[in-house]
């Protein structure tokens, strides 16, 4: 039965891309929305969009009666969960089967064996799959799971059944620890997941995530699509995956595809899934557990095979043969996908909330932009702050890191924090170039990132003032500059704490605190957007603020009104005896690119004038004075 009109049942990103792949096949789509999401991406591109409630999850994107009335009133055929939200509920498929709507996505028996780490476990040792050495039974007695972690032996992992997204989950490095470990790993399991039962595993101590992308039709064929190394993560998640895993010998490869075969066929599996294998130092590779849906990282499988794996979702779904057998699908060249988020790398990662006052992602050719928000969107407390998945292919490794850096680089967000700073000294450092990411090696801190911000990285910046000043302005006037005989200019930088710059001009380059700098690096890039700048300088991203003028600004609130900055007079709006009101703009000045109002803070009079428009000034230079 083709499926015409499609309900999607998630936001952003991954809404966005499947209402592409809809549109490709001429299939009608509907989006729902939160009141948050009433003018977001994805509600502008389907054709339809039903608003379904609050910001509240439970009221809105986790809530099954309401989607499902929203199903029944656009006339969907069929309901499309994404991923995250309601994509791995068994009840939410057993609400739409009841509903005769079709769910695109996994058997509800699949879905509920697989929801269950401990269940899922237990049939693949049936099945004959290698699974961690562990513990995976239902007796939770506390001197049954003591017994069992000492005959694993450690360290060891205790995770929650019910567990996802990488909560939940503790590592036990000793007997001694085992009892308060095993305490807190299921009161946090208890608050987000309601279920406080667990399993142990043995702890991998240098693992790499490995995982192998499944498909399977109404009709039994089971296929893969390759693997993918999701090995860097940070605190159990995924933060760069790419396809095929590097450093994988075609035996292991071999054997871990069928493998992934073997444990599809065991649950009778239809649509997208994906096993994931733990793989140890010696090649030894484990299954974890098996996820239910479209993966976050199923772009990079499509960029190496060809195949839109959302098309052969909805293929599958309605009732159609896998489109491809085996042996034609093939695995071509290399592809890499990193998470951009709205986090702020400084403050342990934590997400940063706010306006994207820009948003600018580099488009490449053989390259993929996934996102949901675009500039003046705002990133809330509400959802997940992914901004972007950023994927590219190329023919080999060495120049998809290339290719990758390259689109790092030319890209720029305002307005929030983001990792791409860290992405990109991610992708140039060492461990990652030779493959030697394990999944813990950025929670151990055995990366290094840390950066200096270099005085050459100012002089990059001061040469970007330079060239970018239309008239106007003391940087501006290169001559008048050179003329007046280098004048120092003073840049006040906040770059991971505050810093302090003197640069002055000379004879093709700049003299940073005394030292000469000279800019020929052709291939430096400034972003610039208020008072925030990113500079890229040998494919490193240095990114940092300048004094904030407006802050400054309204801080005066003496008799006189300064310049908060070096720069140079546009206008003066007052003239001696004047008066004035609170919030009156008295003088407008031009610097670093920016035209600053500055404004009366009191009512008064306006008592003396210091300067005329065209005049230049130094920072904190008496422009305006005023009485009561
Ligand atoms: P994947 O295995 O596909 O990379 P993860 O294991 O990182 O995904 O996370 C599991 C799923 O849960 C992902 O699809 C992710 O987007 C989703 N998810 C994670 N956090 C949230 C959240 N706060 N709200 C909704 N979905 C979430
Ligand atoms: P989730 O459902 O939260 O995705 P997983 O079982 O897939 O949980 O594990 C998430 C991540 O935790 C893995 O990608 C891996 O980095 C790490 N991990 C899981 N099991 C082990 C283990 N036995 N030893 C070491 N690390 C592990
Ligand atoms: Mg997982």
């Known amino acids: 039965m083709p499926i015409k009109k499609i309900l999607i049942a998630n936001r952003g990103e991954i809404a966005v891309r499947i209402i592409q792949t809809c549109r490709q096949l001429k299939i009608k789509t509907v989006a729902i929305f939160s009141d948050a999401d009433r003018h977001a991406k994805h509600v502008q591109m389907a054709d339809e969009s039903v608003h379904i409630g609050s910001t509240d999850l439970a009221d809105s994107y986790l809530n099954i009666d309401k989607i499902i009335k929203a199903a029944k009133q656009a006339q969907v055929d069929a309901i499309h969960p994404g991923y995250g939200f309601l994509s791995e509920r068994a009840a939410f498929a057993e609400a739409l089967a009841q509903a005769g709507l079709i769910f695109i996505g996994a058997p509800i028996e699949a879905l509920r064996l697989m929801g269950s780490k401990s ?11 290698p699974c961690v050495p562990g513990y995976q039974d239902d007796n939770q007695d506390e001197t049954v799971l003591a017994k069992a972690a000492d005959k694993i032996g450690f360290p060891i992992l205790i995770k929650a059944v019910a567990g996802g997204g990488g909560k939940g989950m503790k590592i036990v490095h000793n007997a001694q620890d085992f009892a308060t470990q095993l305490d807190s790993a299921k009161r946090e399991a208890m608050n987000a997941f309601g279920d406080d039962n667990v399993i142990l595993e043995k702890y991998i101590t240098q693992p790499k995530h490995i995982e192998v992308q499944v498909f399977a039709d109404q009709r039994g064929n089971v296929v893969h699509l390759f693997e993918r190394d999701c090995s860097t993560q940070r605190r159990y ?5 790419e396809a095929p895993a590097t450093g994988l010998s075609d035996a292991t490869r071999t054997d871990m595809l069928n493998a992934a075969i073997k444990a599809t066929q065991a649950i009778d599996y239809e649509g997208a899934g994906t096993i994931e294998f733990i793989m140890d130092g010696d090649d030894s590779f484990y299954f974890m557990e098996m996820n239910t849906r479209l993966q976050v990282e199923h772009r990079v499988s499509e960029l190496i095979t060809g195949v839109d794996l959302v098309a052969w979702q909805i293929h599958v779904a309605e009732g159609g043969k896998l489109p491809k057998k085996q042996h034609k699908i093939h695995a071509n060249g290399h592809a890499i996908q990193v998470r951009l988020y709205a986090e702020d790398p400084q403050h342990n990662y934590l997400p940063s909330t706010g306006l994207l006052e820009q948003v600018k992602l580099y488009q490449a050719e ?3 932009v996934d996102s949901g928000v675009r500039s003046s969107d705002s990133v809330t407390i509400h959802y997940d702050p992914m901004i972007a998945k950023l994927v590219v292919w190329a023919k080999d490794r060495k120049r998809c890191i290339q290719k990758m850096q390259t689109m790092l680089n030319q890209s720029a967000i305002f307005g ?6 860290f992405l990109s000294q991610l ?3 060492k461990p990652f170039k030779k493959h030697q990411i394990f999944t813990n090696s950025l929670d151990n801190n055995e990366i290094d990132l840390s950066q ?5 990285v100012v002089a990059i910046y001061a040469d970007y003032l330079l060239h970018h000043q239309d008239n106007g302005s003391v940087w501006g006037q290169v001559d008048g500059w050179r003329l007046q005989g280098k004048i120092p200019l003073h840049l006040e930088l906040t770059y991971q704490g505050q810093q302090q710059y003197t640069v002055a001009w000379e004879a093709g380059g700049y003299l940073v605190d005394g030292m000469s700098h000279y800019v020929v690096q052709t291939n ?15 494919n490193l ?8 003028h407006e802050a400054k600004v309204s801080a005066s609130n003496a008799n006189a009104i300064y310049a908060p900055m070096p720069g140079k007079i546009i206008a003066v709006k007052v003239a001696v005896g004047q008066q004035v009101e609170i919030g009156q703009t008295l003088v407008v000045m031009e610097a670093m690119k920016m035209e600053l109002e500055l404004k009366a803070e009191k009512e008064a009079t306006i008592n003396t004038v210091h300067f005329a428009a065209n005049d230049q000034v130094k920072a904190d230079e008496v422009l305006v004075e005023l009485e009561d």
Do not use: W
């Not at 998640?237 to 995956?241: D, G, N, P, Y």
């Not at 430096?524 to 040998?538: A, E, M």
């Open 237 to 241: 998640q995924k933060v760069i995956e």
């Open 119 to 129: 269940a899922a476990k237990q049939t693949m040792i049936q099945a004959g799959v």
């Open 452 to 456: 200096p911000i270099l005085p050459e």
């Open 541 to 548: 991203r240095y990114e940092f603020s300048l004094p904030d």
């Open 416 to 421: 929030v924090k983001t990792n791409v700073g």
């Open 427 to 429: 992708l140039t450092s």
């Open 366 to 368: 053989h390259a993929l």
């Open 524 to 538: 430096d890039i400034c972003h610039v957007h208020r008072n925030q700048v990113q500079v890229v300088h040998k």
